[in-house]
Nanobody, 122 residues
Framework: VQLQASGGGLVQAGGSLRLSCAASGRTSSIYNMGWFRQAPGKEREFVAAISWIGGRTYYPESVKGRFTISRDYAKSTVSLQMNSLKPEDTANYYC????????????????WGQGTLVTVSS
């Protein structure tokens, strides 16, 4: 599976940004798709996940109510709509795919896209 993330950029606090991730290859075996982020000097952290077939979504408390993950199964794409952005949301954002039913740990994922940088100015 190959993953291509896009959509990062610079936005003011309170603004919105939409990230996209295009999946190709053996997508039929994917169980969950996820987004993670990594700020300088910090560990990569879970942001959102969605089950590839059923569309069930998962979020940590830090982004619940502000971020929305969605997928277009026919187009093999996953999106992350980010609203009410805060400076602490600044990070490189990565999309990932897993054949596992688990979703919140980086070790759960088999494939990773390249990061896309999101910068939120105060």
């Amino acid at each position: 599976v190959q993953l291509q993330a896009s959509g990062g950029g610079l936005v003011q606090a309170g603004g919105s940004l939409r990230l996209s991730c295009a999946a190709s290859g053996r997508t039929s075996s994917i169980y969950n798709m996820g987004w993670f982020r990594q700020a300088p000097g910090k560990e990569r952290e879970f942001v959102a996940a969605i089950s590839w077939i059923g569309g069930r979504t998962y979020y940590p408390e830090s982004v619940k109510g502000r971020f929305t993950i969605s997928r277009d199964y026919a187009k093999s794409t996953v999106s992350l709509q980010m609203n009410s952005l805060k400076p602490e949301d600044t990070a490189n954002y990565y999309c990932a795919a897993t054949y596992s039913g688990r979703y919140s740990n980086t070790r759960d994922y088999n494939y990773w896209g390249q990061g896309t940088l999101v910068t939120v100015s105060s």
